[in-house]
């Protein structure tokens, strides 16, 4: 007889400071053998600086199912919304990165 997992509810509380959320339009990504770290930040336009707004820190292994959650996502939004456009220079996966993009930082590739 095969034994299926059971499945547990979990109720996910949102505080009010974080139901406000926080705007970012940079990420910093880097990582080890045991973590993927994601940095957020805030870029304005001409500002020679900005600072870390959240830090998020992962397992590879949820790093993965983050990826595939938000391919999955990104699909049905673009399938009720169209097909998302990016702006403003090289494409960030093939040429100069700006905003949202890999550093390739970190002691692993």
């Known amino acids: 007889m095969e034994m299926k997992p059971q499945q547990q509810q979990v109720n996910i509380e949102l505080g009010e ?3 406000e959320g926080i705007y970012s339009n940079l990420v910093m990504i880097a ?3 045991t973590e993927i770290v994601l940095d957020f930040a805030r870029l304005m336009p001409g500002a020679p600086k900005t600072r870390v707004q959240a830090r998020i820190i992962m397992t590879p292994t949820h790093g993965k199912l983050l990826l595939k959650t938000l391919e999955e996502n990104l699909k049905k939004y673009e399938t009720q919304f169209g097909e998302i456009k990016i702006y403003g220079g090289p494409d960030p996966l093939h040429g100069k990165v ?3 993009g890999s550093t390739g930082s970190g002691p692993e590739k």
């Open 17 to 19: 400071k974080e139901a």
């Open 31 to 33: 990582h080890s053998a």
């Open 98 to 100: 700006i905003g949202f």
